[in-house]
């Protein structure tokens, strides 16, 4: 049982943070920067990545070095705003695998539901990492996550941009063993569960769909 929170406060990320946070940042900008965020963060992310040892030979000499085995790592994209992560984590990792869940929030309840599921084969060798740039109510980090502990990844992690400390606190509840990569953890979330300060429907402003 893990429990961490990773708070990313790298100044070029926190910089790169507060002007995606600006209301009349056009869409194209904040695209731009949600995807060079989405790099600097598959850098932390994959801090601890395993490498093996490989013989290769410089201009000068042979020696053994380091490499990552890059399609052990599943990108696990929650639509629709997760596949804003996706291009800066496989700019990082272009061997990766990505997998897709698809959920939508239900406007009463705010509960996730799913309407599509899939992962790449083998899960049980690779390490999954799910990308949503919203913790908000937790619900749908919590509904992937369960749906793709059944696929039995060798190992979980959870990228966000901005979480909320209800969304952080209910979703770890569920998956203790889950660490949270994320940017910012925000005051709290509003009534129609939005975080607040917040940057507004990730979805929407990447998409220009407002
Ligand atoms: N999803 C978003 O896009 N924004 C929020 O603030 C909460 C959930």
Do not use: W
């Not at 994209?77 to 959920?103: K, N, Q, T, Y």
Request: net charge neutral; charged share 25%; aromatic share 6%.
């Amino acid at each position: 049982m893990t429990n961490q929170v990773h708070l990313i406060t790298h100044p070029l990320v926190q910089h790169k943070l507060t002007l995606m946070r600006q209301k009349d940042r056009s869409t194209s900008s904040f695209r731009r920067l949600l995807n060079e965020i989405s790099m600097l963060l598959a850098y932390e992310v994959t801090r601890d990545m395993p490498t093996q040892l490989i013989d290769i030979e410089t201009p000068l000499e042979a020696m053994r070095s380091p490499v990552i085995d890059g399609k052990k790592t599943v990108f696990v994209v929650i639509m629709r705003a997760g596949s804003g992560f996706l291009d800066g984590m496989l700019e990082v990792v272009p061997g990766a695998r990505v997998g897709h869940v698809g959920l939508y929030r239900d406007p009463k309840t705010l509960g996730a539901v799913e309407y599509y599921f899939k992962m790449p084969q083998e899960m049980h060798e690779r390490d999954a990492v799910v990308l949503d740039p919203m913790l908000a109510t937790g619900n749908s980090a919590v509904a992937a996550v369960d749906r793709l502990k059944e696929t039995r990844p060798r190992s979980i992690r959870f990228v966000s941009l901005l979480a909320a400390p209800e969304g952080l606190a209910r979703f770890h509840a569920r998956h203790p063993d889950v660490p949270v990569y994320t940017c910012a953890i925000d005051r709290q979330l509003n009534d129609h569960g939005y975080i607040v300060p917040g940057l507004g429907d990730a979805g929407d402003r990447m998409f220009g769909t407002k």
